[in-house]
Every structure is written in structure tokens, then in C-alpha cells.
């Protein structure tokens, strides 16, 4: 497997023919991709179910990072302290033999938020459609995992059409890691964690408008992994943490849950269809390791 160790490295996403039932879960992804959704207050909102992306806009004039909720007809975008990510005990996956070592041992189960939406989990991706990053950024977008906070691992991976993983973050590596976004992109990928637990997962967002100034935000997005996990011990906004817990998003689509070690290959099929989408047929990645002056650990360099 590629890992996130890499000083440089790149990956092509080629998009496929997709099915009727793959065009379906793609159109409601990407519903309003342009109109961009009203800003919720509701603090602090438990996202357990549906369509959710993590990515930078402007409110207000400001380079923000936030959390846009696609589960009801009319997107919404969440202050990241204001929501967090519940991963329940169904999204418990055993680990297949083959190119995914970087998880653990064959057979252990492991929570991940899979590649392919699935049924009763959410489905986070991350998102540069914004129309004020369309139009203010005219180059890429540099999305880092700075920080992990939490009881085990945290990856981000992809699964390639014929299997294998790609692997765009790894908490088990050096930080922080970079993956290079372009504007108007839209993907998913294999959110896993280790243990159950409270995770609070550091990320940046930085880019150069159009007028040269170079702008850059950081939160922390909040996560309760397993049934025994309270979410309200995972919250830090200023709400009461009282989320009534999603789940009703219209795009949920069934027919992609792998339930054993082989149904990991098959995440791959049409993933390239869903995760690229308004024209954006390539993205680059590169995750770079910050040289010793940057991070202070020159050996794991």
C-alpha cells in the first residue's frame, strides 16, 4: 500500500460508467453542489446517518473550515465545534487480508466510515465546491491532519476499482500530513478508527485567493466511536449537546454495505464515479513530511 509516510506522491481518479443505482446516490451527493446552503447555529447537532463534507468556505469575508450537512432536502454548513460524528458499533469492519497491514492484523475489526455510502452510517467526504472558493480561489486547496486526539489510529484511504488502498492520512506517521485539494472537488474516502473512544481530529485548510493572500483555518472535528461512546462527552460547543441525531437524510443507499473481509474490494466499484464529480475527473495528493526545523522530529523524517 501507498502510505501517508510518502515524501510525494500522486493518484489518478478515472471516472467510470455508473450504475442507475450509483447516479441516484451521486446526484443526491452532489444536489446544490453550487448553492453553496444556508449556516445552522444548532450547537450541538449528532450526525449519526446521511451525506456530510468537511471543507473550507468564506462567511463572513473569513476563510473558514466547516462541516456541510446534506441530509435534508436544503443543505446546511455547521460550525465543526458545533457537531459531532457518531460511528456506532454497526460500522464495525473486520480487516481483510491483503494491502490494508496499515489497519491492523487480518481479521480484527476495526470502525470505519466507508468509501461507498452505506446505510445507517454517515458519509463524510470533503468539499472545495463552495461558490466563494470557486470563485476566490483560483488554484488548490492544502487540507492538513495536524492533530489526533483520541484513544487509537485514525486513516483516511482510498480503494481503488481493482482493491488496494491508497492511503491519504495515517495517524500513526509523522504530522502533520498534507493532501492538495483542487477547487471543485468533491470525494469520499475510508474514515477508520482503532478503538472506540472520543476523537478529536485536527485539520487546516489553506489556500491563495486570487489576490495573492495566502489564508488558512483550523478546527477540530469531533468524533464518538462506538455504541458505549456518549457524543456528548465528544462536544465542545455552547450548545447543550442535545443533537437530535440525523438520520433522515434522503440519500441513504443500502446496497453498498460490505459485511465481510472481501466486501472491502468492493467498495472500489463506481468509487471513482462517486467521488469525482462536476467535471473533475483528476485530483493530485501529495502528503508531504515537514522537514525536522518544521516539526522537531527529524528522525521519523
Known amino acids: 500500500a501507498q502510505t501517508a509516510a510518502s515524501a510525494t506522491a500522486a493518484y489518478t481518479l478515472t471516472a467510470e460508467p455508473a450504475t442507475a443505482d450509483e447516479a441516484e446516490v451521486i446526484a443526491a451527493a452532489d444536489s446544490g453542489g453550487r448553492e453553496g446552503g444556508a449556516q445552522a447555529d444548532t450547537a450541538c447537532e449528532v450526525v449519526d446517518d446521511g451525506h456530510i463534507d468537511i471543507g473550507p468556505r468564506f462567511v463572513d469575508g473569513a476563510w473558514t473550515a466547516q462541516l456541510r450537512d446534506d441530509r435534508a432536502s436544503e443543505s446546511v454548513w455547521r460550525d465543526l465545534e458545533d457537531v459531532v460524528l457518531r460511528v456506532p458499533d454497526a460500522a464495525l469492519f473486520p480487516i481483510p487480508e491483503g494491502d490494508y497491514g496499515f489497519l491492523g492484523a487480518a481479521g480484527e475489526e476495526i470502525h470505519m466510515l466507508p468509501q461507498v455510502q452505506t446505510s445507517g452510517i454517515v458519509w463524510p467526504g470533503w468539499n472545495t465546491q463552495d461558490p466563494s472558493v470557486i470563485d476566490g480561489v483560483p488554484g488548490t486547496v ?69 489576490d495573492g493572500e495566502t489564508v488558512t483555518d483550523t478546527k477540530g472535528i469531533q468524533v464518538a466511536v462506538g455504541d458505549a461512546t456518549d457524543p456528548n462527552e465528544a462536544c465542545s460547543g455552547d450548545g447543550s449537546g442535545e443533537g437530535d441525531g440525523g438520520g433522515d437524510g434522503g440519500d441513504d443507499d443500502g446496497g453498498f454495505l460490505p459485511t465481510t473481509g472481501t466486501g472491502w474490494l468492493l467498495w472500489g466499484l463506481g468509487a471513482a464515479a462517486i467521488a469525482v464529480v462536476v467535471g473533475t475527473v483528476i485530483m493530485v495528493a501529495t502528503r508531504k513530511r515537514r522537514n525536522a526545523a518544521d516539526t522537531g522530529d527529524a528522525d521519523a523524517s
Open 142 to 210: 492544502d487540507w492538513n491532519l495536524t492533530a489526533v486526539e483520541g484513544p487509537g489510529e485514525f486513516t483516511i484511504f482510498l480503494t481503488g476499482s481493482f482493491g488496494g488502498a491508497e492511503v491519504l492520512f495515517d495517524s500513526s506517521e509523522a504530522l502533520p500530513q498534507t493532501v492538495t485539494v483542487p477547487r471543485n472537488t468533491h470525494a469520499h474516502g475510508n474514515w477508520t478508527f482503532s478503538e472506540p473512544g472520543v476523537y478529536v481530529i485536527t485539520v487546516e485548510f489553506t489556500a491563495t485567493t486570487g
